[in-house]
């Protein structure tokens, strides 16, 4: 008998522990950023990935949201919040395994000479999850 109850309760555990989901976790990855310049003003093209979003079945599609924010960090370490924000809806036939953020803007002659980070904000709107991925980039010569 007592080994009947022993055995039942590592076979409650083992079942419990294989039907947990692993919950997937909001990652943002390989971030570039690159600074061009355009004589009086920069333009700043940045884009990075991310994974582990929530997608929900629709009628045949795998739907996704995203918001996302870009701050600069300048070369005097002072931080520019909110840039640009926006919200994607991605929309597939298959299940996406990650999806890219594009952000393009353009930095004017107050902007000074130098090194630079970005900085992307994301949120994914169906979970609540945040993530995020910072790229270096260089204004000037």
Partial sequence: MKYAALFLFF???LFSACSKKNEAKLEA???E????NMGDSSEVDATTRVKGFVQIQENGMYKA????????VTPAK?????LMTRVVDRSSKEK??????EAQ????ST?????YTLIYRIKDVNSGQTAVSKAAFNVGD
């Fill in 78 to 82: 002072d931080t520019v919040k909110s």
């Fill in 65 to 72: 949201a995203l918001s996302y924010q870009v701050d600069i």
């Fill in 33 to 36: 950023a690159f600074a061009y």
């Fill in 111 to 115: 902007y000074k000479n130098g090194n």
């Fill in 96 to 101: 996406m395994s990650d999806t890219p953020l």
């Fill in 11 to 13: 076979l409650a555990l």
């Fill in 105 to 108: 803007f353009d930095l004017d």
């Fill in 29 to 31: 990855f390989s971030p």
